[in-house]
């Protein structure tokens, strides 16, 4: 569980720190992240291991994918710094955003290390195809239910603090 949550982490981190080459490396390792996962998926499909490949994926691949697409995100946000800076010095611009691109990077790695669990534990597990798929409901309404609540807190905030 060590070494996947680890693997994913550093695979967040270079889509968070690749925002600093203008976005380029964070697109391209985003595109080369789903390359691979549709790859495998297309060979598992042709092989008629499909429903074993979700079946794998589905318990913590909401959570880890979606850290992963948070963590290019967060790489974005570096480069629109660099790219578009605005008014101020690029370096300014990266003070700036800096810290909340950072702190999405944070949640992407706890997210993980929950993904990272989930996907040591419970996915080789012999749960079943429907409880596979409940997990992967029960993932999703959660984080809809936490970033909706949190997105709302900052945007309150961030008007308490503009005023």
Request: with cysteine.
């Amino acid at each position: 569980s060590s070494v996947i949550i680890t693997n994913n982490i550093q695979v967040t981190l270079l889509a968070f720190g690749f925002g600093l080459t203008a976005g380029v490396g964070t697109s391209i390792l985003l595109i080369l992240n789903g390359v691979h996962l549709g790859s495998v998926a297309a060979w598992m499909t042709l092989h008629g291991k499909q429903k074993a490949l979700w079946g794998w994926i589905m318990p913590h691949g909401a959570t880890e994918l979606l850290a992963i697409c948070l963590a290019g995100a967060a790489g974005y946000l570096l480069a629109t710094a660099i790219v578009v800076p605005g008014e101020v010095r690029r370096s300014t611009a990266l003070k700036r955003i800096g810290g909340d691109a950072l702190r999405i990077e944070i949640g992407c790695m706890v997210m993980l290390v929950i993904a990272g669990l989930i996907e040591g534990f419970l996915s080789p597990s012999s749960i079943n195809y429907s409880n596979r798929i409940a997990v992967l409901a029960v993932s999703l309404i959660i984080w809809t239910v936490y970033f909706l609540t949190v997105g709302q807190r900052g945007e309150k905030s961030a008007a308490a603090t503009s005023h």
